[in-house]
């Protein structure tokens, strides 16, 4: 596999090596020898896996105190995923990252703990895996604001499916971040 870094610091994209023949293919999605290798020095304790339908849109999500470091794939169809950066102390604070993740491109984003995360669907349908390195913690959820015109997210979907949570979303500016 080939892991390499993005322009924010602690994000990287991940390339699986596919060995593929007539009967089908197989590829590696996880590896703590090559991750650490790569400077991805990580314990996942949870794995999950949802799917949506078209145009929905998850996110943007973080936990402040028991922040997570995610490992994303769309196992099946296409979305549209983004990361923001909510490091205080960083260069890059309040910069995002975007990539189309496919069952196609097999490609794969690990998301370092403080950022927000979320993405839409691209596809009819999708069901995307994700690795976290801390337990999920809903008391400790918090919720950006999606399309905040401060982030400056270029959605490649108009009309989202938007949750409750994710309708009272706040932006930016308002939001608790990493090193308040």
């Not at 996880?30 to 290798?37: D, E, L, R, S, T």
């Not at 996942?44 to 339908?53: A, C, E, K, L």
């Not at 028991?66 to 995923?81: F, H, M, S, T």
């Not at 337990?135 to 950006?144: G, K, N, Q, S, V």
Request: hydrophobic share 40%; charged share 25%; aromatic share 10%.
């Amino acid at each position: 596999m080939h892991i390499r870094p993005v322009e924010i610091s602690g994000l990287y994209v991940v390339e699986p090596r596919i060995f593929g023949d007539d009967r089908g293919w197989f590829m590696e999605t996880w590896h703590q020898g090559k991750f650490a290798a790569a400077g991805i020095a990580v314990d996942f304790v949870q794995d999950n896996h949802s799917r949506s339908v078209s145009r929905v849109l998850r996110g943007l999500h973080y936990q402040l105190r028991n922040p997570q470091g995610k490992l994303v794939r769309a196992a099946r169809g296409e979305i549209w995923d983004v990361a923001v950066d909510l490091r205080r102390d960083s260069v890059t604070f309040g910069k995002t990252y975007s990539i189309r993740l496919s069952d196609e491109n097999k490609l794969q984003v690990y998301i370092p703990p403080g950022f927000a995360h979320g993405f839409c669907v691209l596809s009819e349908e999708a069901e995307v895996i994700y690795k976290c390195t801390t337990l999920y913690d809903p008391a400790d959820e918090r919720t950006l604001l999606w399309n905040d015109p401060a982030l400056g997210i270029d959605w490649p979907v108009t009309d989202p499916l938007l949750s409750p949570k994710d309708l009272k979303g706040i932006p930016l500016a308002q939001a608790e971040c990493f090193g308040d």
